[in-house]
């Protein structure tokens, strides 16, 4: 074992676990950088319906947790037991370190392993728990069918932007829409007659497919979850998600998916949900 590592089973083992008021399971190890008031701010963030259906997740906070190595025919796939964490941040140790590492520790219970040393700030520690938060809350649950048929609305009616590069290329592909290989510009690629996609009518629109539609909404959820779960736990500005691979899901639609999500997941004592508009200079 190299100087400074731990197997992550082993963590899970030899550290206290602790439940918070919420019902979250999770535990800290090493020097994570954290505060601990930090930490139960955003932990207690996530409301308890949601906490009720992660029950066999158990949350690591780890300065890092490394990747698994690539497999070769000299080394095959590690086992999920082989899973490392660093104790403390290091420079060797940031080259080979992930955003989050999940490891079954056996009888259907999960460790997932969140590096707070790789995240620059708390608002990209939170996004990352959140983000975590919600793709699980989705596995366990699925999608309420009026978020469904909300995000999907606004997919048929050309709503500009999307909220993640999954949201984003399933959306496209569900509506039958072509990929360029860097996946950019969709709504606005022309059609041979000089047409943007987005202003087809209906009888152009190649079918749906609903697998991809599936895969689409269950993105949307997730995303709109975290979003909401970040918006609860720190002020930000929406910008602050924009990536370079597509344009963000255009203000107004997004404030819809999210007073949907408020509606569904009600904020806890002492947290408070808010849209705020800036007006243009």
């Known amino acids: 074992m190299l100087t400074g590592l731990v197997r992550a089973v082993q963590i899970a083992r030899d550290v206290e676990e602790r439940r918070s008021a919420n019902g979250l399971r999770f535990a800290t190890f090493g020097e994570t950088g954290v505060p601990a008031l930090d930490l139960q701010s955003m932990i207690e963030a996530v409301p308890p319906v949601i906490t009720a259906a992660l029950k066999a997740n158990t949350y690591f906070f780890v300065p890092l947790a490394l990747r698994e190595p690539a497999a070769t025919d000299a080394a095959p796939k590690p086992s999920s ?12 140790f940031d080259d080979e370190a992930i955003c989050h590492r999940n490891v079954s520790l056996g009888t259907g219970h999960q460790g997932i392993f969140i590096s707070t040393r790789l995240m620059g700030d708390r608002f990209a520690l939170c996004f990352e728990f959140f983000i975590n938060i919600a793709h699980a809350f989705v596995d366990e649950t699925g999608v309420p069918q009026e978020f469904g048929d909300l995000v999907w609305q606004q997919a048929v009616s050309g709503v500009r932007g999307e909220t993640s590069m999954d949201a984003w290329e399933s959306r496209n592909l569900a509506l039958g829409r072509p990929m360029h290989d860097d996946g950019s510009a969709l709504e606005q690629a022309p059609s041979r007659r000089g047409r943007s996609f987005g202003s087809m009518n209906a009888s152009t629109q190649p079918a749906v497919d609903e697998k991809e539609r599936g895969t689409f909404v269950a993105a949307a959820f997730s995303d709109a979850l975290a979003i909401y779960l970040l918006s609860l736990a720190v002020d930000f500005d929406y910008s602050e998600l924009r990536e370079r691979e597509y344009p963000l899901l255009a203000p ?7 007073r949907m999500v408020a509606e569904l997941f009600p904020p806890n004592t002492g947290y408070e949900f808010a849209i705020r508009y800036r007006r243009r200079a």
């Open 81 to 92: 037991d082989q899973a490392m964490v660093a104790s403390a941040y290091s420079a060797e």
């Open 252 to 258: 107004v639609a997004l404030a819809a998916r999210l």
